[in-house]
Nanobody, 125 residues
């Protein structure tokens, strides 16, 4: 069983930056595909970014390309989401996700079997 705990959310002004962290336990992240999703009020949970277990392929939603950067530190069993140039439309609860099986469906939330509890990101205009 894998447990994921996110942190780093908060309130920031538009144009600002935040870095989210997700610490995994129960399994090393070097054997897991890791992703970030977000859910705004009244909307479905949507894909933000993901990278494969080797860490050599990363995928981003068009809405965050060039602004967000995903990374992982295997020694700390932690993945990060660096968010720059934040916009009010980035306001959402951000969830860390993981999967322990092979799938090419990076954007599909049903393809992830482990989830964190989420951390709130609020961007004011």
């Amino acid at each position: 069983q894998v447990q994921l705990v996110e942190s780093g959310g908060g309130l920031v002004q538009a144009g600002g930056s935040l870095r989210l962290s997700c610490v995994a336990s129960g399994r090393t992240i070097s054997s897991l595909d890791m992703g970030w999703f977000r859910q705004a009020p009244g909307k479905e949970r949507e894909f933000v970014t993901a990278n494969n277990w080797r860490g050599d392929s990363t995928y981003y939603a068009d809405s965050v390309k060039g602004r967000f950067t995903a990374s992982r530190d295997n020694a700390k069993n932690t993945v990060y989401l660096q968010m720059n140039s934040l916009k009010p439309e980035d306001t959402a609860v951000y969830y860390c996700a993981a999967r322990n099986f092979i799938s090419s469906r990076w954007f599909d939330r049903s393809q992830y079997n482990y989830w964190g509890q989420g951390t709130q990101v609020t961007v004011s205009s």
